[in-house]
């Protein structure tokens, strides 16, 4: 990932609804959110949902896919491990064994601080 996608997703997930909707995403995993219980979720209009959503998406953070009438909405892994390998690309000065812990947070072996997306967040 260079340093421009990097941004583009930073900027992304720099608004306090962006960030609660992608948090929110990844922990729906395979089975996604419609934009309606996305919304709903949150506490947020459908049309300042879809303009987030579609934020998210150009920045690479998350993918659609039509079912019928309705769209799903999923975290796009592949964004976020290129987020990630981007920001750990040169981790620790070359000792792994540094990086480990960050390593088991991010892969969900680590304890967690919060299970709601929008905890300590302000404004939607």
Do not use: H, W
């Amino acid at each position: 990932m260079d340093k421009s996608i990097a941004l583009a997703a930073f900027g992304a997930l720099g608004q306090p609804t962006r960030l609660d909707v992608f948090r929110l995403l990844i922990m729906a995993g395979e089975t996604g959110m419609s934009a309606g219980q996305i919304g709903e979720t949150l506490g947020v209009r459908q049309n300042t949902m879809s303009a987030n959503l579609a934020i998210l998406s150009r920045a690479g953070l998350t993918r659609s896919e039509r079912e019928g009438r309705s769209i799903r909405y999923f975290a796009d892994m592949d964004g976020v491990r290129g987020l990630l390998a981007f920001l750990m690309e040169d981790c620790c000065g070359g000792l792994p064994e540094l990086c480990q812990p960050v390593i088991d947070e991010i892969a969900c072996a680590g304890p967690r601080t919060s299970t709601k997306p929008d905890e300590g967040t302000t404004g939607r």
